[in-house]
Structure formats: structure tokens, C-alpha cells
């Protein structure tokens, strides 16, 4: 039985010509104690995710207006780069649903999950949907992120400052990352959240500022939460030439975590 997450919010713009509905992470088992961990168990951290072209919805099944989903496990890498991705099963199979999913999900990059100071590889699980209703939801919230982005771009990066993925600087990798407090009111309601936050990762390691977020349910504490969860995270630091550095660092999460329990495998 899929493990799906709770209903978001209500007043969502009605359907839209489709691509990307949902997309949520759990974790498997792994497929070697000596090889592949799992992110959120024995201390591993969960990999953050840097980059994830959204699948394209595939033309046929667009102008019939149909829906699907697949279910995909794939490793994340030491390096962060995804591998060995396989479909485990397609509703509505044999509209291009597993293809488009597949070539999305091996062009995601992640920093990746770390164990007692080293980065190590995890197995994953992921469900991608494609649903006319999600569409205009997926890419309103990517608005939101170029948004502040370019927000923090000309107000809030100071002259010289360093920027994980630029200029040489590397990302920062989280070696403690508890998790944020789902806000009691949302969780009554069964709403959840995407947020993202702008944090200053000092040389050191930890989280010395917040100075921009957002979260996509406003109407709820999901910023706060995840703010103050966050400063108390714990990374091995960005660096650059070789030497750790303060550097700005975009965080993105979900409240509450998408990776909450193992799905079993199922048969296709």
C-alpha cells in the first residue's frame, strides 16, 4: 500500500494543463549494510536536495488529460549524484509516465547524507505524480523560490560574501539535522508544507543566521518550526581551495518530513 502524504490546504486553484503533481521522499532499506544506509536511522543524515528538474508531462497523455503515478527507488551517492533508478510500479502504465519520471529523478543533485563525519550513499524511494491539479501548484512554488532568490541576490548577499554552488565555494553537508515540530493546528487538519530558508553556515559549522524563508501554508507556524530546527542543525562546512568558509546556504524541507517510513516494495 503506498504511503501518501496528508491533503494540503484547501483553495487550491482548480486543474491546469498538467506536468509534476507531488513528488515524496521516504526511505528503503538498504540494499547493503556495508554499502547503502538509511537516511534518518542510526545517525545518517538525509540528504538535502540542490537541484530537481521536474519531469515533463508526456504530450499524449496531456491532451487526453490523464493521470498517473510511479513509484522509483534510486541510490543517492556519496557525491550526491543519483544512480540505479527503477521504476517498482506505474499506475496507468504505458503513457510515457515511467520514462519522463526516470530521466527527472536521475538529473536530481543532492548534498549528500553523512554518518560520523563522512558522506555516505542511501538508498531512496520516491512517488512522482502527474495530475492536472498539481501543475500550476508545483510551479507556483518554484516562482516562489526564483523569487527569493533573486531577492537575496540584490538585497541580503553582501559584497563578497560566499554562496554555496558558486564561485568555487562547495555546499555545506548536514551531520546533525534534527527534525522541525509540526505545528499542532496543521497537523489536525492534516496540512503539511513545503519551506525553504536562507541560513549563513559559519567555518565552523553552524547555523549563525536565518535571514530569509518562507513557507508555501502561511496560515501556520511551518517557517518558524522550521527555522528553529534548523539552527540548531550541524554541517561539515562549505569550503573553498580546499579551506572551510562561511558561506549563504539554501535549505529546502517539508513539515512533516517527507522521509517518515520505509514503503514496502510491490509488485509492478
Request: hydrophobic content about 40%.
Amino acid at each position: 500500500m503506498s504511503h501518501r502524504q496528508p491533503q494540503r490546504g484547501t483553495g487550491r486553484p482548480g486543474p491546469a494543463a498538467a506536468i509534476l503533481a507531488f513528488l515524496m521522499v521516504v526511505a528503503l532499506p538498504p540494499a547493503s549494510a556495508q554499502e547503502l544506509r538509511t537516511p534518518g536511522q542510526g545517525g545518517v543524515t538525509r540528504p538535502q536536495k540542490l537541484r530537481d528538474p521536474l519531469p515533463r508531462y508526456p504530450l499524449g497523455a496531456q491532451r487526453d488529460r490523464l493521470s498517473g503515478s510511479v513509484d522509483l527507488a534510486y541510490t543517492v551517492t556519496a557525491q550526491g549524484q543519483v544512480i540505479d533508478v527503477e521504476v517498482l510500479e506505474c499506475t496507468n502504465p504505458g503513457h510515457g509516465f515511467e520514462e519522463s519520471a526516470q530521466r527527472a529523478v536521475a538529473g536530481w543533485v543532492y548534498a549528500p547524507s553523512m554518518h560520523k563525519g563522512r558522506a555516505v550513499s542511501v538508498r531512496m524511494q520516491v512517488t512522482v505524480e502527474f495530475s492536472p491539479e498539481e501543475k500550476l501548484e508545483a510551479e507556483r512554488w518554484k516562482q516562489v523560490e526564483q523569487g527569493l532568490s533573486k531577492l537575496a541576490d540584490a538585497q541580503i548577499y553582501p559584497p563578497g560574501a560566499h554562496v554555496a554552488g558558486r564561485d568555487g565555494v562547495t555546499f555545506p553537508a548536514a551531520v546533525k539535522q534534527p527534525a522541525p515540530i509540526y505545528p499542532t493546528a496543521a497537523r489536525i487538519r492534516q496540512i503539511t508544507s513545503r519551506v525553504i530558508l536562507l541560513v549563513v553556515v559559519d567555518d565552523q559549522g553552524n547555523v549563525a543566521d536565518v535571514p530569509l524563508g518562507r513557507a508555501e501554508e502561511t496560515a501556520f507556524t511551518f517557517r518558524e518550526e522550521a527555522e528553529k530546527a534548523v539552527r540548531r542543525w550541524r554541517f561539515q562546512p562549505a569550503a573553498r581551495d580546499g579551506q572551510p568558509v562561511t558561506a549563504y546556504h539554501w535549505i529546502r524541507l517539508e513539515i512533516p518530513p517527507a522521509e517518515t517510513a520505509p514503503a514496502p516494495r510491490r509488485r509492478r
